[in-house]
């Protein structure tokens, strides 16, 4: 008697966690959207197969039951929801990973470009003066760009060669606010050194940038460079 109660308990159970598998793999499915919301559309359109697959299975689910078929039936109508869902979970990893790789080398590669075109920018020798006020032109864009190229031509240019103001700029951190495809925004730690003829002892300053950085062509050049102190 116990062994029959038993085993009706069990196939019980069985039938439970049977009804129970078409809500945990729509559940499964519709979170699964939700994280790829934003993603490529054949990914969402995976998502959407997922969940009709699902109501599908709780249909067929449903109508095996009321014919009293075989519990091996309703685990095989499951199978395909379930490979489909564990397929879609695998893209997502490995998408999510790619964009991760991808997120974690840009972050690197704007840091650099926005240390390196700040250091130009802030470095000058009397001697060549000119040059380098060029090249670090061609390290701008945009509105700053022509401030800039303003600011050198009449005023930094001349004043560097009539004083002999020498200035050498030194990175010391960078922190990524925000990037994206085409923008982005770092912070730029920078130690400058100024020496003037006549005045043995050159002056130390430490300055933070907020540089703004936009993609031209392949390059990040700077396009917004605001002292924060």
């Not at 790619?98 to 700040?118: E, I, Q």
């Not at 700053?144 to 990175?171: H, N």
Request: proline fraction near 4%.
């Amino acid at each position: 008697m116990s062994v029959r109660t038993g085993t009706r308990y069990l196939r019980t159970v069985v039938s439970i966690a049977a009804d129970l598998v078409p809500a945990a793999i729509v559940a499964a499915a519709i979170a699964a959207v939700s994280s790829v919301l934003g993603n490529p559309v054949w990914m969402q359109v995976v998502c959407g197969v997922v969940i009709v697959a699902a109501l599908g299975f709780a249909w067929w689910n449903g109508l095996m039951r009321r014919r009293q078929h075989s519990r091996r039936r309703l685990v095989g109508a499951a199978v395909v929801p379930i490979l489909i869902l564990a397929l879609l979970v695998s893209l997502q990893l490995l998408v999510q990973h790619s964009a991760d790789r991808d997120l974690a080398s840009a972050r690197d590669t704007v840091a650099k470009a926005a240390s390196d075109s700040a250091v130009v920018v802030l470095s000058y020798k009397p001697e060549t003066v000119e040059q380098d006020l060029a090249s670090a032109k061609t390290r701008l864009t945009g509105e700053f760009l022509d401030t800039y190229g303003q600011l050198a031509d009449t005023v930094v240019g001349p004043t560097a060669k009539e004083k002999q103001v020498s200035m050498q700029a030194t990175p010391v951190g960078a922190a990524v606010e925000s990037v994206s495809e085409d923008k982005a925004a770092v912070i730029v730690y920078i130690n400058q050194t100024t020496t003037v003829a006549g005045n043995p002892q050159p002056s130390q300053s430490q300055n933070a940038l907020r540089v703004g950085l936009t993609k031209v062509q392949g390059r990040w050049l700077i396009n917004r460079f605001d002292p924060l102190f």
